[in-house]
Each structure stands twice: as C-alpha cells, then as structure tokens.
C-alpha cells in the first residue's frame, strides 16, 4: 500500500478521484467518497430493512372456562315452531 500524501484513489459509486485518506469503506466493502458515505444508513443496514422483533410474552395457562354447573346441566328439546312465532315476522 502506498504511504504517499498524494495517493488518489477512485470512488467506486461515482467515480470521481479523491485522496485515498478521504475514500472511506462502507458496509459493501466499497471505498467510496464522503458525498457517497452513507454512514450507518445505507440500503443494507438501515433499521427499516431489518425486520422487527416481536416476540409475545403473554402466555394463557388454562384456555378453558370454568366449569358452569349452574347452567347448561342438561340439554332440552326446542319447542318453537314458526306458527308460534307468526306474529314476530308480520312486524318485518
């Protein structure tokens, strides 16, 4: 590597020649020049472009309800018919 003040080097976004002390590195491994520096925000590591963690910590230990004694202690027959009900569908 040359340790020259006056080393150039070629950007490799725009291609413009800057001093090799002024390229910087980016996440791509490019050296690029500090207008096409993108700091710790280019396309790779920008925090939009990583997916979020979501993790759920609420954990239900029994799903079932309570056993209801009190109703539904045994099943019985319907005995509405539609006559029964005749009055209810001439108010629609």
């Known amino acids: 590597m040359a340790t020259r003040r006056s080393v150039y080097g070629l950007c490799d976004t725009c ?36 997916a979020p963690v979501i993790e759920e910590k609420n954990f239900i230990r029994d799903i079932r309800p309570d056993p209801n004694t009190d109703r539904n202690g045994a099943w019985t027959a319907v005995t509405i018919t539609f006559n029964n009900n005749l009055k209810y569908w001439n108010l629609i």
């Open 15 to 50: 291609g413009f020649r800057y001093k090799l002390s002024q390229l910087k590195k980016n996440s791509y491994g490019l050296m690029v020049c500090p207008s096409d520096y993108d700091n710790n925000y280019d396309m790779k590591n920008h925090p939009q472009n990583k």
